[in-house]
């Protein structure tokens, strides 16, 4: 054991991982692990089963690949991890009931896991709708979801599109959805989204509307209509990214009810929240 380099480093990696964390006793006891064996890891003495090994990097917030890597790599993503040591952190009471409000109603938005088409008009195209792909899933007892965007006309060729990455948390407050997330990429801007929650058994849309910042040099806040359509609890990412990206109303790829839901009457398609003059 002590001669396999991927054990030498598990324990290694194991130690600094554990280290984050007020005690080996506490850990222990999140895990569900007998403290011996868990020390026998620690030391290099025994290696954990499959399930075992699962329910650690799970609990530690990392891929079991990266429990194996050599120490100083390993070092490099543990220190800007996030990890369940700051569960016991006292947080403000409102952020309590916030988070408490995160996971209320769960069967309700368990429903919605799965991908699903977005569309709303663009931003800075005007005219053009804009069509990403979601991933809504679901982590403990929150619902947590991941947007894809693509700047560039559907299905062209040539320079390769620009991209956003947003990952955000669901909030379900009454009959609506909440949904707040954060560009990954250039860690520059929030987006708010409201949806009506379905309660259908079957959700194959979701509709409501949604505001951000403009990518114009003026990063005016602006507002749009949108509709989500469920594609499926499996896709092939690759192939469905292909399909987002800029696109005419009346393309092909969009349907009748997006289209018609999206340029009804009343919201001007992406209407700048303008600050009084």
């Given amino acids: 054991m002590r001669d396999d380099p991927s054990a030498q480093n598990f324990?290694?990696?194991l130690k600094l991982a554990v280290s984050y964390y007020p005690s080996v006793a506490q850990v222990c006891r999140k895990l569900g692990i007998n403290r011996q064996q868990f020390v026998?890891?620690?030391g290099g003495a025994a290696f954990p089963s499959r399930g075992t090994m699962?329910?650690?990097c799970d609990f530690l917030g990392?891929?079991?690949?990266?429990i194996l890597m050599p120490p100083e790599q390993f070092r490099d993503i543990i220190r800007l991890r996030p990890n369940a040591a700051f569960e016991d952190l006292p947080v403000p009471p409102r952020l309590k009931d916030m988070l408490a409000q995160a996971v209320s109603s769960p069967a309700e938005v368990r429903r919605l896991h799965g991908?699903?088409?977005e569309y709303r008009y663009s931003y800075t195209r005007p005219g053009r709708f804009l069509r990403s792909l979601v991933f809504i899933y679901g982590w403990k007892s929150y619902t947590f979801y991941r947007r894809i965007e693509r700047l560039k006309e559907v299905h062209s060729t040539g320079a390769p599109?620009?991209?956003f990455k947003y990952d955000g948390m669901i909030m379900p407050v009454g009959d609506r959805l909440h949904l707040l997330d954060f560009e990954t990429i250039t860690q520059s801007e929030l987006t708010h989204t409201v949806l009506y929650l379905n309660y259908s058994n079957r959700v194959s849309r979701l509709v409501g509307m949604t505001m951000g910042v403009s990518a114009l040099s003026s990063h005016e806040p602006v507002s749009a209509r949108i509709c989500l359509e469920y594609v499926g609890r499996n896709v092939q990412r690759s192939r469905a990214l292909r399909g987002c990206g800029l696109c005419a109303p009346d393309a092909p790829e969009i349907s009748p009810f997006v289209r018609d839901y999206l340029t009804q009457p009343g919201i001007q398609p992406g209407m700048i929240i303008a600050p009084p003059s």
């Fill in 40 to 42: 026998k890891y620690l």
């Fill in 62 to 66: 990392v891929d079991e690949f990266e």
């Fill in 161 to 163: 599109p620009e991209v």
């Fill in 11 to 13: 324990a290694t990696n």
């Fill in 115 to 117: 991908y699903y088409y």
């Fill in 54 to 56: 699962r329910r650690i």
